[in-house]
């Protein structure tokens, strides 16, 4: 059963400017330690984290909880390549969220379904 559905685009180079001037900060903030690994080691580093952050805001978009955490939603990529997402901290153990990802040079955009663990 569905429970809910969530859409979000990013602009890379909005990103990008975040990531600059905030450094670290921003980072750490925003993504888990694995991501921010995952994303370190692809050429397109804005694009892949824009990607991230597209899903994140899809998948809070899709689940509607307000205490919800940018550290609370992990995207990462399963052995086959495809993204994955992982909501830690204990607040995902009744759902499973199904999302994929797109980007170009200056967009991100991410799509999330959100269904009952059967």
């Known amino acids: 059963m569905i429970i809910g559905t969530g859409v979000d685009i990013t602009e890379v180079r909005r990103l990008r400017q975040a990531i600059e001037k905030w450094g670290d900060g921003f980072l750490k903030r925003v993504f888990t330690p694995k991501e921010i690994k995952n994303a ?3 050429i397109s580093f804005y694009q892949h984290l824009a990607g991230r952050f597209a899903a994140k805001e899809a998948v809070f978009k899709a ?3 307000k205490d919800l955490g940018w550290q609370d ?3 990462i990529n399963d052995g086959d390549g495809r993204p994955h997402c992982v909501i830690l901290n204990n607040r995902g153990k009744n759902v499973d969220v199904h999302i994929s990802i797109s980007h170009v040079k200056s967009y991100a955009t991410a799509f999330a379904i959100i269904t009952q663990k059967t």
């Open 63 to 65: 689940l509607g909880d």
């Open 40 to 42: 370190r080691a692809h």
């Open 73 to 75: 939603v992990e995207i």
